[in-house]
Nanobody, 126 residues
Framework: QVQLVESGGGSVQAGGSLRLSCAAS????????MGWFRQAPGKEHEFLAA????????SYRPSMEGRFTISRDNAKNTLYLQMNSLKPEDTAVYYC???????????????????WGQGTQVTVSS
């Protein structure tokens, strides 16, 4: 089992930036594909980005248009999401997720991920 804990959420004005972190417990962190999702009130989970275990390959939701950047530091067992030029529509609960994938594939469907964090709230005001 892998335990995930998100942090770094909070309130920010439109146009500002936040950096979310996801700390993973256990061993073999580099064997897990990691992803970021968000859920706004009354809406389904929305895929944002994914990264392979080595960090060699990333996938993004096209509508992010370069505002969000996913990265990881395997020495620290930590996943990151850098968010820039935030908009009120970005307000949501943000989740990190993990899937054991030693082959290095990325997934965009929430159903592919076996482990989830508790989420961190991001609120963007105008």
């Amino acid at each position: 089992q892998v335990q995930l804990v998100e942090s770094g959420g909070g309130s920010v004005q439109a146009g500002g930036s936040l950096r979310l972190s996801c700390a993973a417990s256990g061993r073999t962190f580099s064997s897990y594909t990691m992803g970021w999702f968000r859920q706004a009130p009354g809406k389904e989970h929305e895929f944002l980005a994914a990264i392979t275990g080595s960090g060699g390959s990333t996938s993004y939701r096209p509508s992010m248009e370069g505002r969000f950047t996913i990265s990881r530091d395997n020495a620290k067992n930590t996943l990151y999401l850098q968010m820039n030029s935030l908009k009120p529509e970005d307000t949501a609960v943000y989740y990190c997720a993990a899937d054991y994938q030693p082959g290095g594939s990325t997934y965009y469907s929430a159903r592919e991920y076996d482990y989830w964090g508790q989420g961190t709230q991001v609120t963007v005001s105008s």
